[in-house]
């Protein structure tokens, strides 16, 4: 299937390679049959003029009137030959030029007639093979935009492309759906569909780098991941969004992740008290032996360091599942993030919201102690982590935690939030999932996008205090 596709661009071009060397022959031959014809008519136009001027010289009694009465006539006369004998070159090619406008017009179906034997008729049947190479080569074209969007259209990501102007080019049949509106996508300004979306996706739309966010359909919250990407085609600026919903593979990847850590709670379980097992049996034959003395204490030491080991391990997945109903109070911005400068050094970008948030302070010092953290590890040796309080719609706010690190590359941002998925290497993977677990108790949102000029921002949405 694949072959003869691959080959048929090689023919084509030694086609038009062969076509263009007839092309330059032709011309070639052409313009020497051309000029030929030009100098038989002059030379004949000379002799005419010779002739009719020296009759009338030698027997016309006004010498001067007649030679130049024999001058035009005979000028005219070799007018009239040389029109004759083009005439039909002319017509030629006049018919070559309107089937090369043709070619510009980008329709190749004119063809001209080549029952001529000349240089002309070998012209013009090369004329009828190019525009029969150029409509074979569109057909195939066409063709594979009719396979590529038909593999778009199936495509379950929203695809749009805009142009420099931000008008919308090409939309699938998933973007219709995710922006729904009473007219066709195409042919409209992106801006203009992008106001009518959720808040927290027109923000990202309305950014310039990848982002994963949440928003809310029909009562459910639904994850998607945005890619952007710029590109230039035949000169101008175009943009390509691919909106992916996310929901139903982080709900599988959760259900694999739990999986995952219900076996490796088996196994840790299994290998802490396969020795206290084997340490009870050890003092049980001991105590029946009465033969204990000076060993039992090293063998309850060995046993309670192996369930205080057992102790901690389980506590940092219960701590992860025992999350408390939020106490929401009101919070004053300006001592809140001074206390946590005092635990993670950062800027606040000023000025801060004059209205209070609403919130469980406890637990969102635990979310952005998480984020800090993490922005700092991200950073390296010079951090330059920021935090941004912003007020929102409907009296809530927005926290974002900026950093200048590397970033996350698409697969990282879009695992991000799932529980025990971490690139680090002591990394739990439960600090992104708990700071998602609060903020949803707390009936908010959070988003990670990558930071336009390097970095990450991390975004808390919070509902404002109820009216």
Same mark, same amino acid.
């Given at each position: 299937?694949?072959?003869?596709?691959?080959?048929?661009?090689?023919?084509?071009?030694?086609?038009?390679?062969?076509?263009?060397?007839?092309?330059?022959?032709?011309?070639?031959?052409?313009?020497?049959?051309?000029?030929?014809?030009?100098?038989?008519?002059?030379?004949?136009?000379?002799?005419?003029?010779?002739?009719?001027?020296?009759?009338?010289?030698?027997?016309? $009694?006004?010498?001067?009137?007649?030679?130049?009465?024999?001058?035009?006539?005979?000028? *005219?006369?070799?007018?009239?030959?040389?029109?004759?004998?083009?005439?039909?070159?002319?017509?030629?090619?006049?018919?070559?030029?309107?089937?090369?406008?043709?070619?510009?017009?980008?329709?190749?179906?004119?063809?001209?007639?080549?029952?001529?034997?000349?240089?002309?008729?070998?012209?013009?049947?090369?004329?009828?093979?190019? %525009?029969?190479?150029?409509?074979?080569?569109?057909?195939?074209?066409?063709?594979k935009e009719l396979l590529l969007d038909s593999v778009l259209q199936s495509?379950?990501?929203?695809?749009?492309?805009?142009?420099?102007?931000?008008?919308?080019?090409?939309?699938?049949?998933?973007?219709?759906?995710?922006?729904?509106?009473?007219?066709?996508?195409?042919?409209?300004?992106?801006?203009?569909?992008?106001?009518?979306? $959720?808040?927290?996706?027109?923000?990202?739309?309305?950014?310039?780098?990848?982002?994963?966010?949440?928003?809310? +359909?029909?009562?459910?919250?639904?994850?998607?991941?945005?890619?952007?990407?710029?590109?230039?085609?035949?000169? +101008?600026?175009?943009?390509?969004?691919?909106?992916?919903?996310?929901?139903?593979?982080?709900?599988?990847?959760?259900?694999?992740?739990?999986?995952?850590?219900?076996?490796?709670?088996?196994?840790?379980?299994?290998?802490?008290?396969?020795?206290?097992?084997?340490?009870?049996?050890?003092?049980?034959?001991?105590?029946?032996?009465?033969?204990?003395?000076?060993?039992? $204490?090293?063998?309850?030491?060995?046993?309670?360091?192996?369930?205080?080991?057992?102790?901690?391990?389980?506590?940092?997945?219960?701590?992860?599942?025992?999350?408390?109903? $939020?106490?929401?109070?009101?919070?004053?911005?300006?001592?809140?993030?001074?206390?946590?400068?005092?635990?993670?050094?950062?800027?606040?970008?000023?000025?801060?919201?004059?209205?209070?948030?609403?919130?469980?302070?406890? +637990?969102?010092?635990?979310?952005l102690i998480n984020l800090l953290k993490n922005a700092h590890e991200a950073?390296?040796?010079?951090?330059?982590?920021?935090?941004?309080?912003?007020?929102?719609?409907?009296? %809530?706010?927005?926290? +974002?935690?900026?950093?200048r690190g590397a970033g996350m590359d698409e697969t990282v941002l879009k695992?991000?939030?799932?529980?025990?998925?971490?690139?680090?290497?002591?990394?739990?993977?439960?600090?992104?999932?708990?700071?998602?677990?609060?903020?949803?108790?707390?009936?908010?949102?959070?988003?990670?996008?990558?930071?336009?000029?390097?970095?990450?921002?991390?975004?808390?949405?919070?509902? *404002?205090?109820?009216?």
């Open positions: 299937m694949y072959s003869n596709a691959d080959q048929k661009p090689d023919s084509n071009r030694v086609a038009a390679e062969s076509s263009a060397g007839r092309l330059r022959r032709t011309s070639s031959r052409m313009s020497s049959s051309l000029l030929w014809k030009i100098r038989a008519v002059f030379v004949l136009v000379v002799l005419l003029v010779s002739v009719l001027a020296g009759l009338a010289v030698r027997f016309s $009694p006004f010498p001067l009137l007649a030679f130049g009465a024999s001058l035009v006539a005979g000028l *005219g006369i070799g007018w009239l030959i040389l029109d004759r004998s083009l005439r039909s070159s002319r017509r030629a090619l006049f018919a070559l030029r309107d089937g090369i406008q043709s070619f510009k017009d980008r329709d190749y179906t004119v063809r001209l007639a080549s029952n001529r034997s000349d240089e002309l008729g070998e012209l013009l049947s090369l004329y009828n093979d190019l %525009g029969h190479l150029l409509r074979e080569e569109r057909s195939v074209i066409l063709q495509n379950p990501t929203a695809v749009v492309l805009t142009n420099e102007r931000g008008r919308i080019l090409y939309t699938n049949r998933a973007a219709d759906q995710l922006f729904p509106t009473r007219r066709l996508l195409a042919g409209r300004y992106f801006q203009e569909i992008v106001e009518g979306c $959720p808040d927290e996706m027109r923000e990202v739309l309305e950014g310039d780098s990848d982002a994963l966010f949440h928003t809310e +359909q029909e009562g459910e919250q639904e994850t998607y991941h945005l890619s952007r990407r710029t590109f230039h085609l035949n000169g +101008q600026s175009h943009t390509l969004y691919l909106v992916q919903r996310l929901t139903r593979e982080l709900n599988r990847q959760e259900v694999e992740v739990w999986k995952k850590a219900i076996r490796l709670m088996s196994h840790e379980v299994n290998n802490s008290m396969a020795p206290v097992s084997s340490l009870v049996h050890s003092a049980r034959i001991l105590h029946e032996k009465g033969t204990e003395t000076g060993r039992m $204490p090293g063998i309850f030491d060995a046993i309670g360091e192996r369930v205080e080991h057992l102790k901690a391990f389980l506590e940092a997945y219960a701590g992860f599942a025992r999350l408390p109903k $939020p106490d929401k109070r009101a919070v004053s911005w300006r001592p809140f993030l001074q206390h946590l400068q005092e635990l993670c050094g950062f800027e606040i970008e000023e000025p801060l919201p004059v209205v209070e948030g609403w919130f469980d302070r406890g +637990q969102m010092e635990q979310v950073s390296g040796e010079h951090p330059e982590v920021t935090v941004r309080v912003l007020a929102a719609p409907h009296a %809530g706010c927005r926290i +974002q935690v900026m950093d695992q991000a939030l799932v529980p025990f998925y971490s690139t680090k290497p002591a990394g739990g993977g439960l600090g992104l999932p708990l700071c998602r677990e609060i903020i949803e108790a707390h009936n908010g949102t959070i988003r990670l996008q990558n930071r336009a000029g390097g970095g990450t921002i991390v975004t808390c949405f919070l509902p *404002g205090r109820p009216a």
